[in-house]
């Protein structure tokens, strides 16, 4: 367990293999011919599911951050991270990938977005022109099930562990539209303890490297404090019942005997809770929940 809480308790995990080193590269060398960049971030976690270098590569590219798995995500705190993100030439979109929730309307936002480029092109004469939209975003976020929906066909290989994506190449996904699909990016360190936990808690890391306790304990204090109701639902719990500790541990204490979580000897078994937890969260089990708030960026 000791050396569990000294890896997540760093802040120094190395999340930079060579093809990711080589995305960075070629992103840079690529974005000349691009018309935008569709940035794909996970809706529960849209600020540590940016790649913290993504502003310096993209610089003033048009761009369209599509707030991604929206439907797990508090509807209210997306419309405040949507206001929030858009800006200067920055655009934003809650979408779902697998529902298929607005996915109808990204082809039509490009355009908007990009009306005066198709102004020129048809003065130039040239009306049929395709736009080209570079696709970026951190493993598993969706990236590739999204590419996948929008072309209406399996193109990119998809998968539930972070990083199934390393090759890159222009899809068509329609005659008026082509993706450049690329390898998810993450960063060579995670600028803080908590991005790498939030992380953990959407699914974007692997469990194997990670403390899932703390984790769990983590999640849990963020669902006390936003989401009691749910807790309440989902685990027949009352918060009524709840002191108030700061850890964790009393919530996990409350579900573990409400479900019956047990060893022998009558001790609890928070292994089991902890596991029960996390599956609950990742599957949307306890609902729709944000786990950092616009006004927190």
């Not at 703390?214 to 009524?240: F, H, N, Q, T």
């Not at 409350?254 to 599957?283: H, P, W």
Request: hydrophobic share 40%.
């Amino acid at each position: 367990m000791e050396n569990d809480e000294k890896r997540v308790t760093t802040t120094n995990i190395n999340w930079y293999p060579g093809h990711m080193a080589k995305a960075k590269r070629e992103i840079a060398e690529v974005l000349p011919l691009v018309d935008i960049v569709l940035e794909l971030r996970d809706a529960r976690i849209p600020s540590s599911s940016k790649n913290p270098m993504i502003d310096d590569i993209l610089k003033n590219k048009p761009r369209l951050i599509l707030l991604n798995k929206a439907t797990l995500a508090d509807p209210k705190e997306t419309k405040a991270w949507i206001n929030a993100l858009t800006g200067d030439d920055i655009y934003a979109l809650d979408i779902d990938s697998i529902s298929g929730y607005n996915m109808k309307q990204i082809q039509p936002f490009i355009k908007k977005i990009l009306a005066p480029k198709l102004e020129a092109y048809a003065k130039k004469g040239l009306v049929n022109k395709s736009l080209r939209a570079l696709v970026v975003g951190i493993p598993n976020v969706g990236k590739s099930t999204f590419i996948n929906s929008m072309a209406k066909k399996k193109v990119a290989k998809t998968g539930d562990k972070p990083g199934v994506t390393k090759a890159q190449s222009w899809l068509k996904i329609s005659d008026s539209l082509q993706f450049l699909d690329t390898p998810g990016i993450l960063w060579p360190k995670f600028e803080s303890q908590d991005v790498g936990i939030k992380l953990s808690i959407c699914g974007s890391i692997k469990d194997e490297i990670v403390d899932l306790h703390m984790v769990c304990l983590y999640a849990l204090r963020i669902i006390e404090k936003k989401y009691p109701s749910l807790l309440e639902k989902r685990y027949g719990i009352s918060i009524d019942e709840f002191s108030g500790d700061t850890d964790g541990m009393e919530i996990a204490t409350l579900i573990a005997q409400k479900r019956g979580c047990l060893l022998k000897g009558n001790q609890y078994d928070y292994e089991r809770v902890f596991t029960l937890v996390m599956n609950d969260i990742r599957s949307n089990r306890i609902g729709a929940m944000t786990f950092e708030s616009a006004n927190e960026k």
